[in-house]
């Protein structure tokens, strides 16, 4: 790819279907090299009349520079992206450009991107769950406490770790009501991020919930991540219970039940 000129990576990046791995390495190649050339470039894509090309530049955008990219890049990438976003109408469009301000991290994508929770499109509402991510106010904090409850799965599931994990540093009733309700999932991994959510917040109601998961035929890292976090040494049992268990788990669970059982070990 580096032997490619922008003209033809363009090109590659604008074939295949959404997920084209070909595609996705041409747009990682263009957000390496950088420079104005290939800003232009996906400006230029951002106002086609083709939705498939707006998609392409948005993508171009989300991470131009690379993890070189400066803090004026990145907000001259989100004047383009937030500008084009003003008058999108398709819903793929629109999931890439949530997805987008979410790596250019900018506070406007908040108030930009709130009126779409509602969306019919799941993509799109996944596109705000991205695009709120990194943000703490109480705007994209309400956004994502709605989407937590979100009737697809998917996007429950992201919004549930966005608040969980990723925003340990904001507790509250709300917050952590919304992360309760999310016990009672059908998939484990959802409910695991909740119980990692509730946990760092040290919520006592996490702690019942959280033993019937250890205590299951099936547990996922999550939960054991969760008992770790929780610091409550009445799980060590069940921890250790699940050591002599686990020999068929693969080496990053072993790694985390090990590093459960030496904390809670530490605190008894």
């Known amino acids: 790819m580096k032997d490619h000129s922008i003209q033809e990576l363009i090109a590659l990046a604008l074939q295949g279907d959404e997920e084209d791995e070909t595609a996705w390495e041409a747009i990682r190649e263009l957000h390496d090299r950088g420079g104005d050339e290939v800003f232009e470039a996906a400006v230029g894509l951002l106002h086609s009349a083709s939705s ?37 109408q398709d819903a793929d469009v629109l999931g890439s450009m949530g997805v987008a301000l979410g790596h250019l991290r900018d506070t406007r994508a908040v108030p930009a991107l709130q009126p779409l929770k509602d969306h019919p499109d799941e993509d799109v509402r996944m596109g705000v769950v991205m695009g709120m991510m990194p943000h703490r106010d109480p ?54 991020e909740a119980l990692v959510g509730l946990a760092l917040r040290k ?34 049992p069940l921890l250790l219970r699940l050591r002599d268990r686990a020999g068929d788990a693969n080496s990053y669970f072993r790694s985390v039940l090990a590093d459960a059982i030496g904390r809670l070990e530490a605190l008894a």
């Open 52 to 88: 498939r090309e707006r998609g392409r530049g948005t993508d171009i955008l989300a991470q131009l520079g690379g993890r070189k990219r400066s803090d004026a890049l990145m907000a001259k990438c989100a004047d383009e992206i937030l500008s084009a976003l003003a008058t999108e």
């Open 203 to 236: 919520d006592p109601r996490v702690l019942e919930p959280l033993r019937r998961e250890l205590e299951s035929s099936e547990v996922v890292v999550l939960a054991v991540e969760a008992a770790e976090k929780l610091e409550d040494t009445s799980l060590l």
């Open 139 to 192: 705007v994209a904090i309400q956004t994502l406490i709605a989407l937590s409850r979100d009737s697809d799965e998917d996007v429950r599931n992201w919004a549930t770790f966005s608040l969980g994990s990723q925003a340990e540093d904001v507790d509250t009733p709300e917050l952590r009501d919304a992360l309760f309700d999310r016990l009672t999932e059908s998939d484990m991994e959802l409910r695991g």
